[in-house]
């Protein structure tokens, strides 16, 4: 008789990250990132329409799917320090720390320029947002 196998052992198939939609439908443009956000904000992400206005949602994509690594102009961006600042993996960005104008609305994210940690393994550029608040710190 075989020994039990020992509990976490092997690779997991739990994927946190989900693929995200541009919010009011397809963008008119290729997106050079996948935007993904983890499951247990995708229902923020969700609503983010309802909560932000359609404008800024869709500023918020396109520029996570297209220039995540370069701070927009004129918009209160910054790059976190300490732990909360620290990348996920090797190899992506510190987090960046995105309040949206106007609200008390926030989203922090982390991007990879060649990340191959998907079921094919393939490399390709992801955005990953880990956290979306809608109320002031």
């Known amino acids: 008789m075989a020994p039990p196998a020992k509990k976490g052992t092997g690779s997991s198939a739990y994927q946190p990250y989900t693929n995200t939609r541009r919010p ?41 799917a297209t220039t995540p690594g370069r701070l927009p102009e004129g918009l209160k961006v910054n790059i976190l320090r300490g732990a909360a600042a620290r990348p996920q993996e090797p190899g992506f960005s510190r987090t960046v720390h995105w ?35 809608f109320s002031s710190h």
Request: charged share 30%.
């Open 24 to 64: 009011g439908g397809k963008p008119d443009y290729k997106p050079k990132y996948r935007v993904l956000v983890h499951r247990r904000h995708k229902a923020r992400w969700d609503e983010l329409v309802e909560r932000i206005g359609l404008v800024q949602a869709q500023r918020i994509y396109d520029h996570l």
């Open 99 to 133: 309040r949206v104008p106007g609200s008390a609305a926030r989203l922090d994210y982390q991007h990879h320029a060649e990340y191959a940690g998907g079921d094919k393994g393939d490399r390709h550029p992801v955005v990953r947002i880990v956290a979306i608040s």
